[in-house]
C-alpha cells in the first residue's frame, strides 16, 4: 500500500454512531463516524485481544469493543476498561489509524499508518449526489481498463489519465448526459469496489438519474466478472 490517498467508503453511508469494515489492499479497516459528524479511519483491530472493531458498538464519541467492552475516543486512545472501571487506563493503549478526511461525497483514508501529516488531497470540493457502491471480483487494473473504454475525461491531482498515480483513484464518465464521479478502492488483489456519486445537487440528480447509473454500473459489474468486453456508456445489459 502506497503513501497515498484511497476512497474507501460514501459518505453518506456512514451514519452517525455507525461503523463499517472494509479492507485495502487486503488489510483490515474500520470506518467509524462519532455523535458529532466526524469519520475516523483505523485498523480494524483492538489491541487488546485483536477482535475487529467494526464488530463493536459506537457511543457518543467512542467506540467500544465487543469482546470486552474496551472503548476508544477520537484520538483512538483506550479510555474506558469495564472490568476495572477506576483503572486510568495508560496513554500507551491506543488504535494505529488512517490519517482521514471526507470529499466529493466519499471517505478518504491516507495509506500509511499514524502518518500525522499526510500531503493535501487537492480535488476541489463539489455538490454530489450518492449512487451507491459496487463491490467487483476483478483487479483494480481490469476495472480501470474497462472504465478507460468509456472514459470522457479523468481526474487527478496534477495531470488527465485513467488513474490516478500518485495521489487518488477518481474518474469522471459523462453517462446519459449525467457525469458520475467513480472512486476505485482497492479491496485485495482480486477485489475492487467503486464508489459512485453523480456531480450536481440532489434535487436535480435524485430518482431517475440515481436508477439509471445504478443500473449502468450493475451492467459493469457483471460484464467485469464474466468477461473482458468493453462497457459502452449508456448499456444496461
Known sequence: MQSAWYPIALAEGLERGTSVGTRLFGRELVVWRDAAGSSHV??????????RLSFGFVRDNHIACLYHGWQYDASARCRYIPAHPDLAVPNSIRVATYASLERLGFVWAYGELDRADPEPLQFAERTVTPVRSLYVEATTAKVLDALASTI???????ASGTQCSRTASLVS???SGDEILIA?????????????VIAGPADVHRGASQKRISAWSEALRRKLETSTSQIRPGATS
Open 42 to 51: 483505523w485498523e480494524d483491530r483492538c489491541p487488546h485481544r485483536g477482535m
Open 173 to 175: 464518465l459523462a453517462i
Open 152 to 158: 470522457d475525461r479523468a481526474v487527478d491531482n496534477a
Open 184 to 196: 476505485v478502492q482497492p479491496l485485495s488483489e482480486q477485489e475492487t469496489a467503486l464508489h459512485i
